[in-house]
């Protein structure tokens, strides 16, 4: 249990060690649930991650993770001299707050965009393209290559390179060589 400054009951973090979601996934979703079911009030100070690391009895990098996620979700802010808090207007309480009005432009993109898509970039077609011609010259090259013979390169490697090598080493080291 967390025991917070501004708030009449105690935030209750429970972690299941056990499971298979993370610690840190664990810790951020039940103080977003607070927050957003408004247990923890906006502008309640939170414990530095030092001090719920602590009481929860888990790594400090892990409450710090958390800690960031809640702060890039906008649910908390961090300050050196303040501390941290819930942020005054949570982002996810805003946006459950304000339903999107019956003429948004969500709705009407989707309803421009419910039927089928008439020019996709990268998709062809189907009705215009050539798939009879296409799998007659496909197989046409797996044929060739099935019945070309396997030739294997040169192990000692790309004779253009081997002529280079032993031109280097006959200027630079004085070595001669063939290639």
């Known amino acids: 249990m967390v025991y917070q400054e501004s ?3 105690p935030l209750k973090l429970e972690l299941d060690r ?3 979601t993370p610690l840190t996934e664990q810790i951020r979703k039940d103080i977003s649930t607070a927050i957003e079911s408004g247990v923890l009030a906006p502008g309640a ?7 719920l690391a602590a009481q929860l009895g888990v790594a400090r990098g892990t409450v710090r993770t958390a800690y960031e996620k809640l702060s890039a979700g906008q649910l908390i802010v961090a300050s050196r001299a303040g501390g941290t808090r819930v ?10 707050e304000q339903p999107p009005d019956p003429g948004s432009f ?5 309803e ?7 020019f996709q970039m990268g998709v062809p077609a189907l009705e215009t393209f050539p798939a ?3 799998a007659r010259i496909r197989s046409q090259a797996v044929r060739a290559e099935s019945s070309a013979p396997a030739i294997y390169p040169d192990p000692r490697g790309e004779l253009d390179l081997r002529r ?4 280097y080493l006959a200027v630079a080291r004085g070595i001669e060589c063939s290639p």
């Open 45 to 51: 100070r939170l414990p530095s991650w030092l001090d």
């Open 106 to 110: 969500l709705e009407r993109y989707l």
């Open 164 to 167: 280079e090598i032993a031109g």
């Open 18 to 20: 056990s499971a298979k």
């Open 132 to 134: 009879t011609l296409f």
């Open 7 to 9: 708030m009449s009951e």
């Open 112 to 118: 421009m965009t419910a039927g089928p898509a008439i």
């Open 87 to 96: 942020a005054d207007r949570p982002a996810a309480i805003a946006r459950v």
